[in-house]
């Protein structure tokens, strides 16, 4: 059976105010990676006052690699599954077996007055990087549902700081995503749109602009590898920018396999002009 399944199983047997130790016992942390298939089957089967109570959990109760993060880790996921239903208000079906919340049915007025979207964007710029990838995550999970409302937003978040312009690369860049030649299309276009923003960055020893820089140096290869005719014509552009952590951006991509197995040619010229 799959870790996924298992874990369902096991928290289907939980009243729900016996989640929380059950999380805390199977994060894997501290190590060097959370139980993540478990934060999906949370997001899958929790409530969303479960969600909103863990995301909150800030760095001084819930520190970086400590069973604590994974609980927030798990809520900001889950507020990802909110999000994807009806305008991130409606409740999750949860299984008949687990204890549901009273408060989390309907529209409360707590969640008309804080919707998940600014809390996950506010979160996006967290201290912990295990919270902003779960923010990632949580967008990826709208983005399932809706493609085109996260387009939408992710433009809006592309003329943000450097942590948000990371999370919205980091969540648009998933292959499964991207299926549809206008999806990667529009993809491509928000990246060249954060792109475009780092000429005018002047602190560069900064964490939010070091971490915006690694994101793209993989982001642009998925998008790429997702609508080639389109994205690298874009790549072949920024190569050829005064830049040098605009080429360095591209430089890494082109290193990525799977920009190789799309054109090995083209990946092989551009390298020996860079």
């Known amino acids: 059976m799959p870790s996924s399944e298992i874990y369902r199983s096991a928290l289907c047997a939980l009243p729900s105010s016996d989640w929380e ?36 959990l800030g760095p001084d109760v819930a520190p970086e690699n400590t069973p604590e993060c994974f609980l927030a880790v798990c809520g900001v996921v889950g507020l990802g599954a909110i999000l994807a239903r009806r305008g991130g208000f409606a409740s999750i079906n949860a299984p008949t077996t687990v204890d549901e919340e009273p408060a989390m049915h309907g529209r409360s007025a707590a969640a008309q007055e804080n919707p998940p979207l600014p809390i996950l964007r506010a979160l996006a710029s967290d201290p ?23 387009l939408a937003e992710m433009a809006v978040w592309a003329t943000g700081n450097p942590w948000e312009q990371r999370a919205a690369a980091a969540a648009l860049c998933e292959p499964r995503l991207l299926k549809k030649p206008e999806h990667a299309a529009a993809v491509l276009s928000i990246l060249d749109q954060i792109t475009a923003t780092i ?6 020893k900064s964490d939010a602009f070091k971490t915006l820089r690694q994101g793209l140096a993989y982001c642009w290869s ?6 080639p005719d389109t994205g690298k014509p874009l790549m ?10 605009i080429r360095w951006i591209m430089a890494e991509n082109l290193k990525k396999n799977r920009l190789a197995k799309t054109d090995a040619a083209w990946v092989a010229a551009c390298l020996a002009q860079s």
Do not use: C
């Not at 298939?37 to 995301?55: C, I, K, P």
């Not at 998925?222 to 609508?227: D, E, H, I, T, Y």
């Open 21 to 56: 130790p059950y999380l805390l016992a199977h994060a894997n942390l501290p190590g060097p990676r959370g139980n993540l298939e478990l934060a999906q089957a949370v997001a899958d089967m929790g409530t969303e006052v479960q969600f909103r109570r863990w995301a909150v």
């Open 128 to 150: 912990r990087w295990r919270i902003r990838e779960a923010v990632a995550m949580a967008l990826q999970r709208w983005g399932d549902a809706d493609m085109a409302a996260l």
């Open 199 to 204: 000429k005018q960055v002047t602190d560069r």
């Open 222 to 227: 998925v998008a790429v590898a997702a609508l």
């Open 236 to 245: 072949e552009k920024w190569l050829a920018s005064p830049d040098p952590d």
